[in-house]
């Protein structure tokens, strides 16, 4: 099998798991019982977690070859342990595997598009090539997902998950070790203070930290935010179906006439997305303008995947590619954990009108600043020629 294929089928079979179980899971909370601001909490435990796993990875995987054995091990623990969540109703037992999971998984993303971006730019391949065929399996995945709940039940949909990770933690064994050519002074171990000396990196990391942070934070009630509107797992998952086909189709568009883009603008159209969607769900438009400006979400998604990764290999480069994404994994949790009890406790307090109101103000403000970084960015290029 060629190395290519290798990892498309690996991102392919890892998202197929994941839009088993992570899409679905604040519904099985909200159908154990549990109130938003219980939810909140145990959605928050992930990025809590994350900010003291996150500095332990970046120890751990200061190489490529170190990631993809560490992947290996926390994709398999992962899986075993969201088959004890799929028997588990009370909300501390939950919260305790919860945490568990957060150990194991709450990096694993970050690891694995240093990885994935690593080889892509070691074979000059985009990044998105490889990572489309995860959105595509989660469009199927999802939609499937969604019915297997509501016949079957939440247990079995996180079942076909821990196996499809299972199979995942395998595949990273298949995948050959990367071999970078580096000079001398390269191979020195990275330090997080070169990081913090590119002032380039750092701008664009705490940017990027705010934009993404804000979107995940959100995101993580919608699901409850369409079933307190009416709207059923089945129904749920076909419209999570619905805007991931609408990342693989704007990424395929873009890989296929934007050879070279703006990065800045495309953080930009990303920022300006997110608040149209918010400002939708904010004017409680009826359920069916809402599920149509859904798909500005998966539009944006890959938008910033498009060309995120290639930009941050090339401010770090390769042999900091993956403390630089860490770090970032780090930050965003800070802000996602914080975020996500506030909001939990704002909707409970007060409704999911307020909730979208608030986050709708902090995606315009960083809209504005996006506005103000491409006309920066934009000056200084001409000022270079």
Known sequence: MREITKYKLNAAIRYFGDAFFYPFFALYLINSGLTESKIGFILSITPIIAIIANPIYSHLCQ??????KVLRIITIME???IIGISFSTNFYLVSGLVILLALFGSSHYGLLDSLTAVYASETKINYTNIR?????AYIIATTLGGFV??????QCCFIIASTAFILSGLMYH???PIELNETEQEKEKPRYRILFQ??????YALFYVVM???TVSGEAFFPTYLESRGITSNQYGLIFSYFVLFEVVTIIVLNKYFKKVNYHLLLTIYTILTSIRLLVNFLYLPVTIVVLFSALRGIANAVVLFG?????????GEKSVTMAFMLMVFLQSIYVAIFNNINGTIIEMSSYKTFYLVNMSISICITLLAIFRLFYYHKNEKEAQ
């Open 63 to 68: 190489d490529i070859k170190t990631t993809r």
């Open 308 to 316: 995120s990764f290639h930009y941050i290999i090339k401010l770090v």
């Open 174 to 176: 298949f995948l050959k």
């Open 198 to 203: 590119n002032k380039d990196f750092v701008f």
């Open 149 to 154: 709940i509501q016949y079957l039940g939440f």
């Open 212 to 214: 993404i942070g804000t």
């Open 79 to 81: 899986a075993l342990i």
């Open 132 to 136: 489309i065929f995860g959105s595509i």
